[in-house]
């Protein structure tokens, strides 16, 4: 099979689908890799560095996508990519469909077979390849948080830490999944006030067990969480339903509530965002203010730390890669149902049930695709 990547164009998007180490995991199967020139230089990969791993380098992504029989990237594809797909191709990428009917639509009429790295699971409903990028993402929401706290950036001029006889900063963290738990860790760690909500029991026992006095849990309802967000300096929406639109917890009405110059911080934003006051922002201009409230809701985070975040996912999305690859991709889904839940969307149909469910498709049985 031919397997391509190409250099991503989301705004400060320095990621890469394929590292040079990968490529040559792949090129060592048999297949080829085509890399478009330069797609690897926000990593510190040159070309020649694919060259070495077996890749053979073309000069632009029309190549690759009119040349290549798998897409693997990082990033949704925006609107110039999708009208470059072509029916038959797969496509192996972050996805977030669910709060995105423009790009579900182009994919549709593209005719292609769409697997979204978001949506393949793991054991006990694990989803292993969101999690790297959720660890990241959860670190640097805290580090958002701190630079948005800043009185230049319009914060309250807050220190998480505080200094001895000044207290510490709050902190509110919504979600004590992969992205809340690794946010709260950097948290607590920087010496900040935390409290961590959810509506699992077994999460918050997990949680308090691991955090002990350091850090407080609460049961996540209206109540909770308003009481919570009318004290905190910093809250860090990390919500996730698999595949679907994040429910919006925080209100508008609850901004007023809130200190002047209090920061959110939106992680789910690539699933529409929790806060109702969400829109999705870029790197170049990450944060707005809606009611005195500094908001950043930058869709992909991990893209600032290209290099960690790409070895990283790379980790997880090559066993698969490598499978599709070997195996062709209705065989790969067949023989691992895991990785058959990540399909979206097939030749016109949308198939993952939460998708169809929230953009108001038919969702196309998954057994009639790989019969």
């Known amino acids: 099979m031919r397997v391509g990547t190409v250099r991503e164009v989301k705004d400060h998007e320095y990621r890469v689908g394929l590292t040079p180490e990968s490529a040559h995991e792949i090129t060592a199967r048999g297949h080829e890799v085509w890399v478009e020139s330069g797609a690897g230089l926000g990593i510190g990969a040159a070309d020649r560095d694919y060259e070495a791993a077996g890749a053979m380098i073309r000069p632009d992504a029309a190549d690759i996508f009119a040349g290549c029989e798998l897409i693997v990237k990082v990033k949704e594809p925006q609107p110039g990519e999708r009208m470059q797909l072509r029916a038959g191709q797969v496509l192996f ?3 977030h469909l669910a709060p995105d009917p423009g790009q579900t639509a182009d994919l549709i009429a593209a ?6 790295y978001e949506t393949v699971t793991g054991l006990n409903n694990s989803l292993p390849l969101l999690r790297p990028m959720s660890q990241v993402a959860g670190r640097m929401s805290v580090q958002a948080g701190v630079t948005a706290l800043q009185k ?3 914060g309250r001029g807050i220190l998480l830490g505080g200094v001895p006889g000044v207290v510490p900063g709050k902190v509110t963290v919504i979600g004590g999944g992969v992205v809340g738990f690794n946010a ?3 948290a607590v760690g920087m010496g900040a006030d935390v409290t961590i909500l959810d509506s699992d029991p077994n999460a918050l026992e997990r949680l308090g067990t691991h955090f002990e006095n350091r850090a407080r849990t609460r049961f996540s309802n209206r109540a909770n969480i308003a009481a919570c967000i009318a004290e905190a300096d910093l809250v860090i929406g990390a919500v996730l339903v698999p595949g679907a639109a994040a429910p919006r917890l925080v209100s508008q009405a609850m901004l007023g509530t809130m200190q002047p110059g209090a920061v959110l911080v939106d992680v789910a934003i690539d699933q529409g965002g929790c806060f109702e006051t969400s829109r999705p922002t870029t790197h170049s201009h990450p944060t707005f203010v809606v009611d005195g409230i500094v908001h950043y809701c930058v869709t992909n985070m991990p893209g600032a730390v290209a290099r960690t ?13 490598l499978k599709i690859a070997d195996l062709g ?5 067949r023989a691992d149902p895991h990785l058959a839940a990540g399909l979206n969307v097939h030749a016109g149909q949308v198939v993952h049930e939460a998708v169809a469910r929230e953009l108001g498709y038919e969702a196309t049985p998954l057994e009639r695709i790989l019969r």
Do not use: F, K, R
């Open 111 to 116: 005719g292609i077979t769409a697997i979204a």
């Open 309 to 321: 975040s790409t070895y990283a996912l790379n980790n997880v999305t090559l066993p698969h890669v």
């Open 93 to 95: 990428t972050y996805l």
């Open 152 to 154: 230049e950036h319009g």
């Open 329 to 333: 991709w209705q065989d790969a889904l």
């Open 184 to 186: 709260a860790q950097v």
